[in-house]
């Protein structure tokens, strides 16, 4: 498949918009293939053996009707990490953040079954307070045809220019999934909030910045809505001092505010570094933790 790549245009739209859609991000290949490991996944089935860093689905624990997500599903599984660590993502997103290169803070899985419920509309970087650069930007990758009607992702034009807010009331399946928006929008002025629904094939999808409201309704069509999405923040970015991030912090060493990249890989940088462990990690020539091939 034709690597893409992002225009200056592109990064115009994106520092306007706080998005922007790409028609093909991976392909048809890497689509069925994602599909295949998210039945394992959802099955607690960990191809590393090691368990990812948030669970908030899993099949016969949880209902049915909830949208089902894991965050860091490339540790556990070597195929996910092939798709979502490839470096035309990571340049990607540093062009579109103006980095000298990108780390992956984490990927988020998602699937949302027919009847599915929303999750509520959020500005990511509210969540990334425990790092000294969250400012992230994040490629979400549809796995599925996706509609209006699907429940697929909806971003808020221009809402990247709002301010930044804390982190939402309720994240899964809120009543009023606009609840926290509206409350923003209020508070910046802005009297008409558009929301576009990103409508593509599976593979494409879109880039969105960390501070770009965003969220998803309930999915009215008979059919799943799976996606991928990989968080990248700056390969600058360290550990904030002292803010503890409830779930990410406990990769921060005592009085040692640099990232490892065992967690928070470099997945393209502009001198041309990439972390070492990640293409025979992909590969499968090496499994969680195990030394570089000689
Ligand atoms: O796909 C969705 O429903 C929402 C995804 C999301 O919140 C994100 O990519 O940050």
């Not at 992702?153 to 606009?178: K, T």
């Not at 926290?180 to 802005?190: R, S």
């Not at 970015?237 to 991030?245: A, E, K, L």
């Not at 070492?276 to 590969?283: R, T, V």
């Amino acid at each position: 498949m034709k690597e893409f790549e992002i225009s200056d245009n592109q990064v115009e739209d994106f520092e306007r918009d706080g998005f922007i859609v790409v028609d093909r991000i991976i392909s048809d290949e890497e689509v069925a293939l994602l599909r295949e490991r998210y039945d394992l996944l959802f099955k607690g089935q960990w191809e590393t053996g090691l368990v990812p860093d948030e669970v908030n689905w899993q099949e016969g624990r949880d209902p049915p009707d909830s949208t089902r997500q894991i965050c860091n599903g490339w540790k556990s599984d070597r195929y996910v990490a092939g798709v979502i660590l490839q470096e035309s993502i990571g340049r990607a997103c540093a062009k579109l953040g103006r980095w000298p290169g990108t780390r992956l803070s984490q990927d988020n899985i998602l699937w949302k079954p027919p009847g599915g419920k929303p999750l509520g509309f959020h500005q990511d970087s509210s969540y990334e307070l425990w790092t000294t650069l969250p400012d992230w930007v994040s490629c979400w990758i549809a796995l599925d045809d996706t509609t209006a009607e699907g429940g697929t992702v909806e971003y808020v034009r221009g809402s990247n220019h709002w301010g930044r807010s804390g982190m939402i009331e309720q994240f899964h399946a809120p009543e009023n999934p606009v609840k926290d928006l509206d409350k923003a929008a209020a508070a910046a002025g802005v009297k008409t909030i558009e929301r576009v629904p990103i409508v593509v094939k599976a593979g494409g999808g879109a880039f969105h910045g960390g501070w770009t409201w965003h969220g998803s309704d309930i999915n009215r069509r008979d059919v799943p809505r799976r996606a991928i999405v990989a968080h990248c923040m700056s390969s600058e970015t360290r550990f904030h001092p002292t803010y503890v991030g409830y779930i990410y912090s406990r990769y921060k060493r005592f009085g040692d505010d640099t990232m490892d990249e065992s967690f928070f890989p470099v997945t393209w940088r502009q001198d041309g570094y990439r972390s070492p462990f990640i293409d025979p990690y992909s590969a499968r020539r090496i499994t969680w933790g195990e030394a570089l091939p000689t």
